[in-house]
């Protein structure tokens, strides 16, 4: 079946230092997703990508839709503690006629402050 | 401004019991979905319903079973619990399962250990 293969599995960095993840996977999707969980809650979306070279930013967050549409990378400018939690993304792909979403095994972030 | 509401937070079953885990959405969203999380994997869809009266299987479904008898609730039973079924689940919700821009809302999860 499919996979996402999500990179670094865990970082710890210092406060104010930028962050950069990525997944990629052998699989062509027709959307990225980037989410954050924090500890004893749902994931919550921070960026949706829907278009090959598309690079969007959320605030300190920018997340980029790779060229061949099988990897995806996320980064976090100027950390702060807040950011500590788990990030995932997810490969979407239409298939019989819904989309349905590969998640990756997740980064997990630590700020040291 | 609930989302999506899950019950129970945690459960402790032994081996062989069943459970209902229940998750309601008050966002009208059309699609539905159950997930578990395993340390060291990610996300794997359960079961999905893309609308009342209508549930299909996911990545993994042996072991559960789910219903759809309207719109808001979205049930998952597990009828013998296994030790393999520890794990967290997670319930979500969508406008629909068409859009590609339909944002997917997840609940708090319900942490279930099976002993």
């Known amino acids: 079946g499919q996979q996402l293969n999500q990179s670094p599995q865990s970082m710890f960095i210092q406060e104010g230092e930028d962050v950069s993840m990525n997944c990629t996977s052998s699989?062509?999707?027709?959307?990225w997703l980037w989410y954050k969980q924090d500890p004893g809650e749902g994931p919550v979306l921070l960026i949706a990508?829907?278009?090959?070279?598309e690079l969007t930013s959320n605030g300190r967050l920018t997340a980029q839709f790779g060229i061949t549409r099988k990897d995806s990378f996320l980064n976090i400018s100027a950390s702060i503690p807040s950011d500590v939690g788990i990030y995932f993304c997810?490969?979407?792909?239409?298939?019989?006629?819904?989309?349905?979403?590969?998640f990756g095994t997740g980064t997990r972030l630590k700020v040291l402050a | 401004n609930a989302g999506v509401t899950q019950t129970p937070k945690f459960q402790v079953l032994k081996t062989g019991q069943s459970m209902t885990l229940q998750c309601a959405q008050d966002?009208?969203?059309?699609?539905m979905s159950w997930y578990r999380q395993d340390p060291g994997m990610g996300l794997r869809l359960i079961h999905y319903?893309?609308?009342?009266?209508?549930?299909d299987q996911g990545e993994v479904p042996n072991g559960y079973n789910v219903s759809r008898s309207t719109t808001e609730d979205f049930p998952l039973r597990l009828l013998s619990a296994a030790p393999s079924q520890t794990s967290v689940y997670f319930c979500?919700?969508?406008?629909?399962?068409?859009?590609?821009?339909?944002?997917?809302?997840f609940g708090a999860g319900t942490r279930l250990s099976v002993l």
């Open positions: 979500a919700s969508r406008q629909d399962g068409r859009g590609i821009k339909n944002i997917q809302y």
């Open positions: 699989s062509i999707f027709n959307t």
């Open positions: 990508l829907y278009k090959a070279g």
């Open positions: 997810a490969g979407g792909t239409l298939r019989s006629g819904t989309y349905k979403y590969i």
């Open positions: 966002m009208n969203h059309e699609y």
């Open positions: 319903s893309v609308g009342a009266g209508i549930t």
